[in-house]
T-cell receptor, first 115, second 117 residues
Framework: DAGVIQSPRHEVTEMGQEVTLRCKPI?????LFWYRQTMMRGLELLIY????????DSGMPEDRFSAKMPNASFSTLKIQPSEPRDSAVYFC?????????????FGNGTRLTVT | AQTVTQSQPEMSVQEAETVTLSCTYD???????LFWYKQPPSRQMILVIR??????QNATENRFSVNFQKAAKSFSLKISDSQLGDAAMYFC??????????????FGKGTKLSVKP
């Protein structure tokens, strides 16, 4: 089991550029989550999917952020245009149905720096 | 809305000693799950221990154990025989049982644990 795979591990971009973060969940997991971590706000849920369908996107900051899950093995989080305040670590996590004690398995995160 | 509070931003423990990290939460639900995650400097999020709210028995995983007080909405983590590798940020997290955004994990702000040799 390779775990949740995120790419890239680091991303540095200039303000106004488009950024795409990628995630491959653990095979067989039907929930996928995108979290953002900052010093000020801690870990915040941005959006999560169940069976590839977005269930709760209330945490998505604004229209500049969008997330897709075209199939069970791939998801993207896109920021367009990026701003310096988007600088953070973005985590993808997955879990499977089977009681909510099923924990979330996290990827190693993408550290995004917008200059 | 559910909230999770970790009142200790930083803690320190001597190697081989025991330390307890505090966590309280607020919910009107009766069915839910609680977790402790560890985040070392590598930033990987690692599950330490989990607790189902319907179980009265406190969860234990090797040197890690919890003190779950449902009425007080308290969920503390005890680390026994602390090791240098335990140094990390520790996050307490809540997940609702059924209904609503049942999938979402709500995290506390974290406690940074230092282990002194």
């Amino acid at each position: 089991d390779a775990g949740v795979i995120q790419s890239p591990r680091h991303e540095v971009t200039e303000m106004g550029q488009e950024v795409t973060l990628r995630c491959k969940p653990i095979s067989g997991h039907d929930y996928l989550f995108w979290y953002r971590q900052t010093m000020m706000r801690g870990l915040e849920l941005l959006i999560y999917f169940n069976n590839n369908v977005p269930i709760d996107d209330s945490g998505m900051p604004e229209d500049r952020f969008s997330a897709k899950m075209p199939n069970a093995s791939f998801s993207t989080l896109k920021i367009q245009p990026s701003e310096p305040r988007d600088s953070a670590v973005y985590f993808c996590a997955s879990s499977r149905t089977g009681g909510n004690n099923s924990p979330l398995h996290f990827g190693n995160g993408t550290r995004l720096t917008v200059t | 809305a559910q909230t999770v509070t970790q009142s200790q931003p930083e803690m320190s423990v001597q190697e081989a000693e025991t330390v307890t990290l505090s966590c309280t939460y607020d919910t009107s639900e009766s069915d839910y799950y609680l977790f402790w995650y560890k985040q070392p400097p590598s930033r990987q999020m690692i599950l330490v221990i989990r607790q189902e709210a319907y179980k009265q028995q406190n969860a234990t995983e090797n040197r890690f154990s919890v003190n779950f007080q449902k009425a007080a909405k308290s969920f503390s983590l005890k680390i026994s025989d602390s090791q240098l590798g335990d140094a990390a940020m520790y996050f307490c997290a809540y997940r609702m049982g059924y209904g609503g955004s049942q999938g979402n994990l709500i995290f506390g702000k974290g406690t940074k644990l230092s282990v002194k040799p």
